[in-house]
């Protein structure tokens, strides 16, 4: 780890504070309780935010808080790491928990549920995945102290969460977590976390959360597709746990999946068993059980979109020529039934990915022209080159939701195609260049990567973000490997890109299941489900920042773009800057905290009602 010098450790301080609200009488017993817990020669722990990766052999920092000090918004999470070093004489049967709620200044709480804890679970890369990813060991994979669902303490798996040991010399990070209910009292609320090795009391850990005088919306103003490789979560999970296909189990795993997502501000493709059936002419049967459900999941403010089935093969075969009445009847219908629900803006088709010969634009072009036919409205999703002089001259147009790559987006085609009234994406997947490196999605990359990916797409006015799956357990090719152990998720031969279409953990290892009734009857079964990965966080993180990104921007919009460009692009106005992002988690964190303000600014002065003076 880098020396922070006394400048930047300030900024750290004013980070972890996070707000204005906190009293420079807490500012004093603040720094007042900095200090480690213990010297170094002995076991010691620190805090630090969400961004950092803290290598298991890191020599233990004495300059690091001991508190954690969070401000968030009403429905949001926020998240701080607490990092356990066992110093000359290791420790054993580390375990954490509130001791009770958080307690507000006007006697408002949060309850202990409002915090859950994670061990992170390291896992070396061997084989770095290109550009500039290096070898090395990554904390990656959060294993959970408790089961959501149950309120348990999990045991029993072959990897365990707590208590944990942690070996002399050696770092293991716990990743806690705090949920803020929307339109909680804003102010500051105080807790502690107890610390216990074994039977005696190791530490108590102050815990300072600010809740900011704003909520974030359940609906997300980012667009995002995930899971379009596997959408039914079969290649990889329910292989992976031996479910049968179409089982209870596999229904129950899939929709636990796609929960999961959702818990994160990500919305799957297209969720298994949400789509319509069809008569023999195409159009779509509504009224039945099978439409409720499409209608129901539709209609949830955080389903930003829902991908209907289409294609060169589904649910016809040759849609652009024998089979073209059908499919039109069919995307038509659909559309309208839709539009006469206020949803069709979250409809769409993805019949592709990444055509890149004549011959498979073409084809692509004449498979979307039926799309574009039933209705001109009809948005045509397709991951593209949009640089690409052919791509532009046979798709664009016909395409009106393109999802340009990070290595390939061109800021004039992309404007060029919002001006026509399309909507732009982005998308990244393995390491495609490494000249001129984006930010790239794997275990060895910095965790910015992902937190950054936004605030990117705020810059470019971009609609949404697409990523191609999030649970590749099972490899491409089925082949059985495991992701606790094994990095390289995606093997090229040549290269391994490491965490690769690999967002969640299996959690049969550390024996978290999802109950039956979990999701009512689309639970059908108790189930082994996923564990996040601490990446999967950050893009949380992410969708979160955008919120703030919209909301400051409608309050002070010149202020704003400041700190957008200050993360997003380098703090210079470049053209592009999926090239020129700033690299310090700092500056980001740093920028998010005067998004809030300048929010809460705005929160205050609207509640200043004009007094009428009677003369």
Same mark, same amino acid.
């Given at each position: 780890m880098n020396t922070i010098t006394p400048r930047t450790n300030n900024m750290y301080l004013r980070l972890l504070l996070g707000t204005a609200l906190?009293?420079?009488?807490?500012?004093?017993?603040?720094?007042a309780i900095s200090a480690p817990a213990s010297q170094a020669a002995g076991p010691a722990f620190y805090v630090t935010n969400s961004l950092e990766r803290i290598p298991p052999d890191a020599a233990f920092?004495?300059?690091?808080? %001991?508190?954690?000090?969070?401000? =968030? $918004? #009403?429905?949001?999470?926020?998240?701080?790491?607490?990092?356990?070093?066992?110093?000359? /004489?290791?420790?054993?049967?580390?375990d954490l928990a509130l001791d009770g709620p958080l307690v507000g200044e006007q006697g408002n709480s949060l309850p202990v549920t409002s915090a859950a804890f994670f061990r992170e679970h390291y896992i070396t890369v061997t084989k770095p995945s290109g550009g500039e990813g290096l070898p090395g060991t990554y904390p990656d994979a959060l294993v959970p102290f408790r089961n959501r669902f149950t309120g348990e303490r999990i045991s029993?798996?072959?990897?365990? %969460?707590?208590?944990?040991?942690? =070996? $002399? #010399?050696?770092?293991?990070?716990?990743?806690?977590?705090?949920?803020?209910?929307?339109? /909680?009292?804003?102010?500051?609320?105080?807790?502690t976390i107890q610390v216990t090795a074994g039977e005696a009391m190791f530490a108590e850990i102050p815990v300072l959360l600010t809740v900011r005088d704003f909520s974030l919306p359940a609906a997300s103003s980012e667009r995002t597709n995930f899971q379009t490789f596997d959408e039914e979560h079969w290649i990889g999970p329910a292989q992976t746990y031996g479910y049968g296909y179409r089982s209870p189990e596999h229904w129950a795993l899939a929709r636990a999946?796609?929960?999961?997502?959702?818990?994160?501000?990500?919305?799957?493709?297209?969720p298994m068993g949400i789509g319509f059936d069809y008569r023999r002419d195409g159009t779509i049967i509504t009224g039945d059980e099978q439409a409720e459900k499409v209608e129901a999941w539709a209609k949830r403010p955080e389903v930003s979109q829902l991908s209907l089935g289409y294609g060169s093969n589904y649910p016809f075969k040759r849609p652009y020529s024998t089979n073209r009445q059908r499919a039109i009847n069919y995307l038509r219908s659909s559309y309208d039934w839709f539009a006469a629900r206020g949803l069709a803006g979250k409809l769409f088709v993805l019949p592709g990915d990444e055509p890149s010969s004549a011959k498979e634009l073409k084809k692509v072009k004449r498979v979307a022209e039926v799309a574009r036919e039933a209705n001109p409205n009809l948005r045509v999703e397709m991951t593209l080159d949009i640089s690409d002089r052919k791509t532009q001259d046979i798709l664009l147009g016909v395409i009106n939701a393109p999802v340009a790559c990070y290595c390939d987006f061109d800021v004039g085609v992309a404007a060029a195609r919002q001006a026509a009234g399309d909507e732009i994406w982005t998308y990244t997947a393995v390491v495609q260049e490494t000249e001129n490196p984006t930010p790239y999605w794997q275990i060895d990359f910095p965790l910015l990567n992902y937190r950054v990916a936004t605030w990117i797409n705020f810059r470019h006015g971009v609609d949404g973000l697409l990523y191609w799956t999030t649970d590749l357990?099972?490899?491409?090719?089925?082949?059985?490997?495991d992701p606790w152990t094994d990095a390289c998720s995606y093997d090229v031969g040549w290269a391994c890109f490491n965490g690769e279409g690999l967002?969640?953990?299996?959690?049969?290892?550390?024996?978290?299941?999802?109950p039956?009734?979990?999701?009512?009857?689309?639970?059908?079964?108790t189930v082994y489900g996923a564990v996040p990965s601490i990446r999967l966080k950050a893009l949380r993180d992410s969708l979160e920042d955008y919120e703030y990104l919209v909301l400051a921007a409608k309050a002070d919009p010149v202020a704003t773009d400041l700190e957008v460009l200050k993360v997003a692009c380098g703090g210079e106005p470049v053209v592009n800057c999926f090239l020129n992002w700033d690299k310090d988690p700092l500056v980001l964190l740093e920028a998010r905290d005067q998004l809030a303000e300048i929010i809460e600014k705005n929160t205050q002065e609207e509640h200043i009602q004009p007094v009428e003076i009677r003369k």
């Amino acid at each position: 780890m880098n020396t922070i010098t006394p400048r930047t450790n300030n900024m750290y301080l004013r980070l972890l504070l996070g707000t204005a609200l906190v009293t420079g009488l807490v500012l004093a017993v603040l720094l007042a309780i900095s200090a480690p817990a213990s010297q170094a020669a002995g076991p010691a722990f620190y805090v630090t935010n969400s961004l950092e990766r803290i290598p298991p052999d890191a020599a233990f920092r004495l300059d690091r808080p %001991a508190t954690i000090v969070l401000s =968030a $918004a #009403g429905n949001e999470y926020e998240a701080a790491q607490i990092d356990f070093h066992g110093g000359s /004489t290791g420790l054993t049967g580390v375990d954490l928990a509130l001791d009770g709620p958080l307690v507000g200044e006007q006697g408002n709480s949060l309850p202990v549920t409002s915090a859950a804890f994670f061990r992170e679970h390291y896992i070396t890369v061997t084989k770095p995945s290109g550009g500039e990813g290096l070898p090395g060991t990554y904390p990656d994979a959060l294993v959970p102290f408790r089961n959501r669902f149950t309120g348990e303490r999990i045991s029993g798996g072959r990897i365990a %969460a707590a208590p944990f040991d942690v =070996a $002399a #010399g050696r770092n293991q990070p716990v990743y806690v977590e705090f949920y803020v209910p929307p339109d /909680t009292p804003a102010g500051l609320y105080r807790g502690t976390i107890q610390v216990t090795a074994g039977e005696a009391m190791f530490a108590e850990i102050p815990v300072l959360l600010t809740v900011r005088d704003f909520s974030l919306p359940a609906a997300s103003s980012e667009r995002t597709n995930f899971q379009t490789f596997d959408e039914e979560h079969w290649i990889g999970p329910a292989q992976t746990y031996g479910y049968g296909y179409r089982s209870p189990e596999h229904w129950a795993l899939a929709r636990a999946l796609d929960e999961m997502l959702l818990r994160h501000r990500i919305t799957p493709t297209g969720p298994m068993g949400i789509g319509f059936d069809y008569r023999r002419d195409g159009t779509i049967i509504t009224g039945d059980e099978q439409a409720e459900k499409v209608e129901a999941w539709a209609k949830r403010p955080e389903v930003s979109q829902l991908s209907l089935g289409y294609g060169s093969n589904y649910p016809f075969k040759r849609p652009y020529s024998t089979n073209r009445q059908r499919a039109i009847n069919y995307l038509r219908s659909s559309y309208d039934w839709f539009a006469a629900r206020g949803l069709a803006g979250k409809l769409f088709v993805l019949p592709g990915d990444e055509p890149s010969s004549a011959k498979e634009l073409k084809k692509v072009k004449r498979v979307a022209e039926v799309a574009r036919e039933a209705n001109p409205n009809l948005r045509v999703e397709m991951t593209l080159d949009i640089s690409d002089r052919k791509t532009q001259d046979i798709l664009l147009g016909v395409i009106n939701a393109p999802v340009a790559c990070y290595c390939d987006f061109d800021v004039g085609v992309a404007a060029a195609r919002q001006a026509a009234g399309d909507e732009i994406w982005t998308y990244t997947a393995v390491v495609q260049e490494t000249e001129n490196p984006t930010p790239y999605w794997q275990i060895d990359f910095p965790l910015l990567n992902y937190r950054v990916a936004t605030w990117i797409n705020f810059r470019h006015g971009v609609d949404g973000l697409l990523y191609w799956t999030t649970d590749l357990w099972r490899g491409m090719d089925g082949d059985d490997y495991d992701p606790w152990t094994d990095a390289c998720s995606y093997d090229v031969g040549w290269a391994c890109f490491n965490g690769e279409g690999l967002l969640v953990y299996p959690g049969k290892d550390v024996n978290y299941a999802v109950p039956k009734g979990a999701y009512g009857e689309d639970s059908p079964a108790t189930v082994y489900g996923a564990v996040p990965s601490i990446r999967l966080k950050a893009l949380r993180d992410s969708l979160e920042d955008y919120e703030y990104l919209v909301l400051a921007a409608k309050a002070d919009p010149v202020a704003t773009d400041l700190e957008v460009l200050k993360v997003a692009c380098g703090g210079e106005p470049v053209v592009n800057c999926f090239l020129n992002w700033d690299k310090d988690p700092l500056v980001l964190l740093e920028a998010r905290d005067q998004l809030a303000e300048i929010i809460e600014k705005n929160t205050q002065e609207e509640h200043i009602q004009p007094v009428e003076i009677r003369k």
